[in-house]
């Protein structure tokens, strides 16, 4: 190893890595903010995209930058989550500077961040390889560019896996409680990739057999580990679960059907379908997916039993928007299940509240609740809106959402209905449609059909 890879390996080490590990404080908390697509250029002159005309002439990515700090002053999150297309390599002539600027907010805040790619990073002068590198050196993050080796013993990283930033976060319980070394919550960040690599499969990328592979894996070994710690207690440890381009399942999810949010364009999802839906389920905890890529998409839905999606929304101004529609960041909010002990008059709590003969100390646990809501960038207030829980300990209502089988009933009789009301039309006006038995030379399909007691017909207008 020569000197100058010693020390960009200490730099690393030294000035990149946040403190660890993540926990939850001392109100059974732990805030996320997820900020999506900042398509980040060269600051200041770099125009943005998509607003009103009165807003053109003085919006620049110094915009973003603002919209991300009063985020981080309203919200305080405990962890920063960039999740894909922080820059957009096209238009930057220096890719580290727009990085080292995209990200200063959270820098300059001293809190926690970690960062995936998503499918524009790399289309300036550096790899997907490069950006990962350096986004893992920059101060106070947890990015990695390779997933630790599942086993400990082993030691070193997993360069086999596809992609760059695959890896896994891990927050313990409150201090002082019962899990205060436990992993109680999972972050799992994956590059989705940026497009096809197979030239018959057109379109965007989508997570590989390698990265599945890992992922379900290291949940597994998770959740045994869990088990075993505590093999008397039945305990959801939640997982989320963060990377840029939605799966293709998302694309089934109507407009009308289980939503809380907009959806305002189509989804832009791969062509292939990664599986990865059916390694959540198979891993069996409740898992919540958050993407970005599609930045007038901002709504949750379910994908599957215990498994929650929802899109960050767009909050970058250099990137598509829709002009009066506010850019957006997604906050989601965790927060654990507590008992009351009572203890001696001079134990030592970081919250009581005093009884006859007895101090009561607050306890933390598992996770109790995941909420949700986007801020809007609307100075002064940047309202919060769509506020909802996406899981619970114990089930509640829904919110008032359609789910989808309320979508398909309907569906089912509106085209009842239709049926009925062409019926009815043909029965008061008979000539308008004359309806003959097929001829000969279509006696073949009959004689296919007719064993399932079928019978052609063939509709003819009539003249």
């Known amino acids: 190893m020569d000197l100058c890879n010693f020390f960009l390996i200490v730099h690393i080490f030294v000035s990149g890595a946040a403190s660890l590990p993540l ?51 309203l919200e305080k999150p405990d962890l920063i989550v960039f999740s894909g297309d922080n820059i957009f390599g096209q238009d930057t002539s220096d890719p580290v500077g727009s990085m080292n600027a995209a990200f200063a907010p959270a820098i300059k805040a001293h809190i926690p961040w970690a960062a995936i790619l998503g499918n524009h990073d790399q289309e300036s002068t550096l790899s997907r390889l490069e950006l990962m590198q350096h986004i893992s050196s920059m101060e106070n993050t947890l990015s990695r560019v390779y997933p630790t080796n599942i086993n400990s013993s082993l030691g070193g990283d997993m360069t086999e896996i596809d992609g760059f930033g695959n890896y896994h976060l891990a927050v313990r319980g409150a201090a002082d409680s019962r899990y205060q070394n436990e992993n109680i919550l999972n972050i799992y960040l994956l590059d ?68 809380m949010g907009a959806k305002q364009e189509a989804i832009g999802c ?86 006859e003969g007895a101090v009561q100390r607050r306890e933390w646990l598992e996770v109790d609740q995941i909420t949700t809501w986007k801020r809007l960038d609307r100075p002064p207030s940047f309202p919060l809106i769509d506020h909802e829980v996406l899981w619970s300990r114990i089930p509640v209502p829904s919110n008032g959402r359609n789910y989808c089988w309320n979508a398909t009933l309907v569906t089912i009789v509106g085209a009842y209905s239709l049926i009925c009301i062409i019926y009815c039309f043909w029965r008061k006006h008979p000539r308008l449609l004359r309806i003959q038995p097929l001829q000969r030379h279509h006696l073949h399909v009959y004689n296919v059909y007719k064993p399932f007691g079928y019978r052609m017909f063939k509709f003819q207008a009539s003249p």
């Open 23 to 73: 926990r939850f404080n001392q109100d059974g908390q732990f805030k996320i903010l997820q900020i999506a697509d900042m398509h980040y250029a060269n600051g200041g002159s770099t125009r943005c995209s998509d607003v009103l005309p009165k807003e053109y002439g003085s919006c620049s990515d110094l915009n973003t930058t603002a919209f991300i700090e009063n985020l981080i002053a």
């Open 192 to 259: 989705s990739g940026d497009y096809s690599k197979d030239h018959k499969i057109h379109g965007y990328g989508w997570i590989q057999e390698s990265q599945k592979s890992w992922f379900k894996e290291l949940s597994l070994k998770l959740k045994d580990d869990f088990s075993k710690a505590h093999p008397a207690q039945h305990v959801s440890v939640p997982s989320l679960v963060y990377f840029h381009i939605p799966l293709l399942e998302t694309s089934y999810i109507s407009s009308w059907c289980s939503i």
């Open 270 to 355: 791969a062509q292939v379908n990664s599986g990865f839906l059916n390694a959540m389920v198979e891993v069996g905890d409740p898992h919540l997916v958050f993407n970005g890529h599609d930045h007038i998409n901002d709504f949750c839905s379910e994908l599957a039993e215990n498994i929650m999606m929802c899109y960050g929304g767009g909050a970058g101004y250099h990137a598509y928007g829709k002009a009066g529609w506010s850019r957006r960041a997604r906050v989601v909010d965790i927060s654990l299940h507590s008992i009351w002990d009572e203890v001696q008059k001079n134990a030592s709590a970081s919250r009581t509240h005093k009884s």
